[in-house]
């Protein structure tokens, strides 16, 4: 099991951010470019932070898709500059894969601090992980500081409560509504429909679990992908006392297909070694039923761990609003009194 992580230094009003596009270049381009400086403001006027975009950040998609390695010399920029508090990634995307060989890890590791993102940012996380740094599986700049008409307000709590204070995290509550609308990052008039969210949705478990957080989104060239390229006993080893964590966009998200992902865990070994599992809200207006039955199928029927703490529909990936986990933090799955919490800071 990996050891503790090295947790980042936590933040405060007025310092300097700095924004980075390891994966997909939207934020640059001329019709989204708006989107971008609204983001901007908000972690100014809400956050209180002063903020910078990396130097190739918004060059733009077409410069981006053809210039892995200036993304990658971005993440570098950002890690190794003094004045830079933490890194928060503008958007996910699909090739974040290509800029890993060009990043000098010993410059994030002589440098740990904040570094923040969700969906194919989880390359940039797990390249962490492998190095020692707790990083945040949390707010993309355009489609959760940037939503229209309004940031929020239970993704703008999780925000300061765990990057800017080193107390314990504590239970994290459900959202009182969700969106499952696409994101138009172009339309200045967008306005997501919000519907009432019912809770978290206990599928099994009894008593009280504690496990460090890991996980991602699982879907194509996604987390299962990546951990593919370590030897089995190696990924058993990481999942060792782990609460995973696990989301998607729903075309990848299938019932099928989440299923597929516990089996191969399970075949490997590692699914006996969680101390439980958390799914995120699937991000489209569907019923979890059948998502549900592929699951209880794997872990139930072919593994046996009837005992193993599952809960899903929860507020963090591909959905709005969001909250903020902690890569390596403890965390606690209570299935008596229905609750899950972060048990300790995520930031020092």
């Known amino acids: ?19 980075v596009s390891p994966a997909l270049g939207i934020a640059g381009d001329r019709d989204v470019l708006w989107r971008y400086y609204l983001g901007k403001k908000r972690l100014e006027d809400v956050h209180g932070l002063a903020v910078i975009p990396a130097p190739n950040s918004i060059k733009g998609t077409d410069y981006l898709r053809e210039n892995p390695k200036t993304r990658a010399e971005d993440i570098m920029w950002a890690f190794e500059n003094k004045e830079i508090k933490a890194i928060i990634a503008n958007i996910g995307g699909n090739d974040c894969i290509r ?7 010993d410059i994030i590791r002589q440098n740990p601090k904040i570094f923040i993102g969700y969906s194919d940012v989880m390359n940039i996380h797990l390249l962490c992980y492998r190095i020692g740094l707790s990083t945040f599986y949390g707010h993309n700049l355009l489609p959760i500081i940037a939503e229209t008409p309004s940031y929020h307000l239970y993704s703008q709590k999780w925000f300061e409560k765990v990057l800017f204070d080193n107390n314990p995290i504590g239970i994290i509550e459900p959202s009182n509504d969700f969106s499952c609308d696409e994101n138009n990052y172009t339309n200045k008039n967008e306005s997501k429909t919000y519907y009432r969210d019912n809770g978290y ?9 504690k496990g460090r957080l890991f996980g991602g989104h699982t879907g194509l060239c996604a987390l299962e992908g990546i951990l593919k390229d370590t030897l089995p006993e190696a990924i058993t080893d990481d999942l060792d006392g782990i609460i995973l964590f696990i989301e998607d966009i729903a075309e990848f998200f299938s019932p099928e297909q989440l299923a597929d992902f516990l089996m191969w865990l399970g075949n490997i070994g590692a699914l006996q070694k969680l101390k439980g599992i958390i799914i995120g809200k699937l991000c489209s207006c569907q019923s979890f039923d059948q998502h549900k039955k592929a699951v209880l199928s794997v872990v139930n029927e072919n593994f046996g761990l009837y005992n193993l703490p599952i809960v899903a529909n929860m507020n963090f990936g591909h959905t709005s609003p969001i909250c903020i986990l902690p890569y390596g933090a403890m965390a606690e799955i209570d299935c008596d009194n229905k609750t899950f919490s972060i048990v300790e800071s995520g930031v020092e």
């Open 1 to 19: 099991m990996m050891n503790r992580l090295i947790k980042p230094q936590k933040l405060n009003k007025g310092d300097k951010v700095a924004t």
């Open 99 to 105: 800029i890993i060989p060009y990043i000098n890890t």
């Open 201 to 209: 949705l206990w599928i099994q478990g009894s008593g009280v679990v």
